[in-house]
């Protein structure tokens, strides 16, 4: 097997994504732009999208660090227009969208066409909660971008593998394809809910950080097997797992969450990076074979279907804001009534993404008469320009679009004041513990210690306040910042010795490992306030 495409994919697709960082464009779009100019470079292997590896090995891990990342309390807050999203609009566009294409499409069977509408109707919001995050996009936007995009797949497949059905001659039924939904989607949920309680309680007993990080990798993939095995939805088992385990990570060992958060990060950022360069290295794949279609009608085609995949989402998504507000007295007591702004930029956010394109690899080449896919090549290069079409002209928009609407930004002083009040309510109850604790005779430490631990409790009370106070005229930090960076280089000059003494051997290198590891668990706290 040869190894060097992948490590060129993994490599240049890191290094796209670390350039990205220092440009206004989103990493996701100038991945996508570096895959289609790097396609047609002379020597450069091809790479084909495999949904046998796309679907059960690189989907799982990113869903799970998505939803891990997400909260469970605000997604619940938010159930309603997430289901209305990952749900309804799912099941609307497979229908509006496979309809259109059947009526612009000449020859194309109806079930082929359904087959289409299931394949894009999933959007990608990476891309999208990423603009979201970087602009300043108000909370409740961003929940449900976030949660529309951790479900909205699992719809998807299931629809998916309902119009195949019908495509490839099994003979499906209205009532099959409802039942075969259901049992989908309720199945993922109920395996998910059966395993999230098991797999955290050995979270917590698994004592070794090594171990737990171990497990902790394998959890998507064993949710999205065990799902799968019995016709589930692998995705919902993914999401319920992980969504529960988020919600409890404060129960994990510290040194469990310290690695965990590394590596997780490291997992997503390189499986980010790597599947949205794969989507502009499609280009060669999806060309051949076009056939009848190469040409002007090709690119009629594309641009039709592309317009009918951004107007679908916009009928979808103004009515479903607003009717429910219209229908139910309990909602407008509840809820603020929303402007046309938020579902605006709902709507505008509906990029596609790998999935389609891992979906529409999948559709097999013959019927089940042996008789060859109707259009098959034409459904992989539509999958591919409203992919990128979206990602291109979508993502490119999105942030100018969300500065011009002119959404209120975050208020850091209120979010400072909250966070404060919180520390302060936790400190006086470590306080009130630390001295109850001192008062017991198995507890005796000598003063200096016992000032040490109520010095330590006094800094994180006042840090966060200290945040709110004046700066420094000349180097423009608070008090905290300048803190926090004179405490770093202290550790600095600390680092600096150690390597001192084990380069002239008055230490060995494992004694200079722990002592380095000792100051890099002080350094990384550190750096965790300042964030």
Not at 207 to 226: C, D, G, M, R
Not at 410 to 439: W, Y
């Amino acid at each position: 097997m040869d190894v060097m495409p992948l490590l060129l994919l993994v490599a240049g697709s890191a290094a796209m994504a670390a350039a990205a960082r220092r440009t206004p464009v989103p990493a996701p779009l100038l991945l996508v732009a570096a895959g289609l100019a790097v396609s047609y470079v002379p020597g450069v292997p091809d790479y084909t999208l495999d949904p046998h590896v796309v679907l059960p090995l690189i989907l799982p891990p990113l869903l799970h660090a998505a939803a891990t990342d997400s909260s469970y309390l605000d997604l619940r807050a938010q159930v309603r227009p997430v289901a209305l999203l990952s749900v309804g609009y799912v099941l609307f566009a497979t229908f509006a969208v496979g309809w259109a294409l059947y009526l612009i499409v000449p020859d194309l069977p109806l079930t082929a066409a359904l087959v289409f509408g299931a394949v894009v109707a999933p959007p990608d919001a990476v891309a999208a909660t990423a603009v979201a995050r970087k602009v300043g996009l108000p909370a409740r936007i961003t929940t449900i971008l976030q949660g529309e995009s951790l479900l909205n797949d699992a719809t998807a497949i299931t629809a998916y593998r309902v119009a195949l059905a019908a495509a490839v001659g099994e003979g499906a039924t209205w009532a099959g394809g409802v039942g075969e939904f259901l049992l989908a989607a309720v199945g993922g949920v109920v395996v998910g809910l059966l395993l999230m309680a098991p797999i955290h309680w050995l979270r917590t007993h698994v004592k070794e950080a090594l171990l737990q990080n171990t497990l902790s990798l394998l959890i998507p993939f064993v949710a999205y097997a065990v799902a799968e095995q019995v016709h589930a939805s692998g995705v919902l088992a993914v999401v319920v797992v992980a969504l529960y385990l988020g919600h409890r990570a404060w129960e994990v060992d510290f040194a469990t969450r310290l690695q965990e958060e590394a590596v997780w990060k490291m997992v997503a950022f390189v499986l980010e990076s790597a599947v949205f360069a794969l989507i502009g290295l499609q280009l060669p794949v999806v060309l051949k074979g076009l056939g009848q279609y190469e040409g002007a009608a090709a690119a009629w085609y594309a641009f039709a279907v592309f317009l009918v995949v951004v107007a679908v989402r916009f009928v979808w998504v103004y009515p479903a804001t607003f009717l429910p507000r219209l229908l139910s007295p309990r909602i407008r007591e509840r809820e603020q009534s929303p402007t046309w702004r938020g579902p605006f930029v709902v709507a505008w956010a509906g990029m596609r993404g790998v999935v389609s394109l891992a979906i529409a690899f999948s559709i097999p080449l013959t019927l089940h008469d042996d008789e060859p896919f109707p259009h098959r090549d034409l459904i992989l290069f539509l999958t591919f320009t409203t992919v990128i079409g979206t990602l291109v002209v979508q993502g490119l928009t999105l942030p100018p679009l969300i500065r011009l609407l002119k959404f209120p930004g975050r208020d850091t002083r209120a979010e400072t004041l909250a966070e404060a009040n919180a520390q302060a309510q936790a400190s006086r109850a470590a306080e009130q513990r630390l001295e109850a604790l001192l008062a017991d005779e198995r507890n005796v430490l000598p003063a200096p210690l016992a000032d040490r631990l109520r010095t330590v409790l006094e800094r994180r009370r006042n840090a966060v306040w200290e945040r709110l106070g004046q700066v420094n005229p000349v180097t423009g930090e608070s008090v905290d910042d300048t803190y926090r960076r004179l405490a770093r280089e202290m550790i600095s000059a600390e680092r600096e010795v150690f390597v001192g003494l084990r380069d002239a051997r008055y230490i060995d290198d494992e004694m200079l490992r722990t002592l380095l590891r000792r100051l890099d668990l002080e350094e990384a706290a550190a750096f965790r306030e300042a964030v």
